[in-house]
Nanobody, 122 residues
Framework: QVRLVESGGGLVQPGGSLRLSCAAS????????MCWYRQAPGKERELVAR???????NYADSVKDRFTISRDDAKPTVYLQMNSLKPEDTAVYYC????????????????WGRGTQVTVSS
């Protein structure tokens, strides 16, 4: 099995920055696409950013030019650098990954972390 553990959330003032980390552990063979999602109170979970195995990235329009997703497969960890934070960025941020495990299917399975709270407020 795989465990994804997020860290780095907290309270920050508007205009500030945070860096989220998501560490993967377990019987990992390969890590395919990794994503960050978020869910604000009363809203549906939404995709924030995605990074593929070859490093291709995609972002939600609301975070383009402010957030940067990256990955370090040696650790293995995925990051979300968040700059120029706004109150509307307040949400629980979840890490998600398609990961192939020892004994699992060759196309990998979907795994989720438990989330980390980000609050942007003055």
């Amino acid at each position: 099995q795989v465990r994804l553990v997020e860290s780095g959330g907290g309270l920050v003032q508007p205009g500030g920055s945070l860096r989220l980390s998501c560490a993967a552990s377990g019987s990992i063979i390969s890590i395919y696409t990794m994503c960050w999602y978020r869910q604000a109170p009363g809203k549906e979970r939404e995709l924030v950013a995605r990074v593929t195995r070859d490093g291709t990235t995609n972002y939600a329009d609301s975070v383009k030019d402010r957030f940067t997703i990256s990955r370090d497969d040696a650790k293995p960890t995925v990051y979300l650098q968040m700059n120029s934070l706004k109150p509307e960025d307040t949400a629980v941020y979840y890490c998600n990954g398609i990961i192939r495990t020892d004994g699992g299917g060759r196309f990998g399975e979907d795994y989720w972390g438990r989330g980390t709270q980000v609050t942007v407020s003055s």
